[in-house]
Nanobody
């Protein structure tokens, strides 16, 4: 069982930045896919960014060029640097982990392929 705890959410104005962190209870980052997901009120949970054990990343089109996912393996911490925030980025942000890979060996970007989840951290962007 992997326990994940997010932090770093808050309220910012449009154009501002936030950095989210996700601490894992055990060493996961070399073998697990790690991801950030978000869910806005009335909407389905969606993938934001994922990273695999060797640092390969993928992003949702809506955040490309603005968000950066990274990890510190020594500290077991996953990060999401969010710049140029927009009101439509407002959501609860979740960290997730799983070993599942697609047939090509890449991480999935869909929530249904992730088994372990944090409790979430709220991000609110005002215009």
């Amino acid at each position: 069982q992997v326990h994940l705890v997010e932090s770093g959410g808050g309220s910012v104005q449009a154009g501002g930045s936030l950095r989210l962190s996700c601490a894992a209870s055990e060493y996961t980052y070399s073998t697990y896919c790690m991801g950030w997901f978000r869910q806005a009120p009335g909407k389905e949970r969606e993938g934001v960014a994922v990273i695999d054990g060797v640092g390969r990343t993928s992003y949702a089109d809506s955040v490309k060029g603005r968000f950066t996912i990274s990890k510190d393996d020594a500290k077991n911490i996953l990060y999401l640097q969010m710049n140029s925030l927009k009101p439509e980025d407002t959501a609860m942000y979740y960290c997730a982990a799983d070993r599942a890979r697609n047939s090509g060996g890449a991480c999935y970007a869909l929530p249904l392929y992730f088994s372990f989840w944090g409790q979430g951290t709220q991000v609110t962007v005002s215009s």
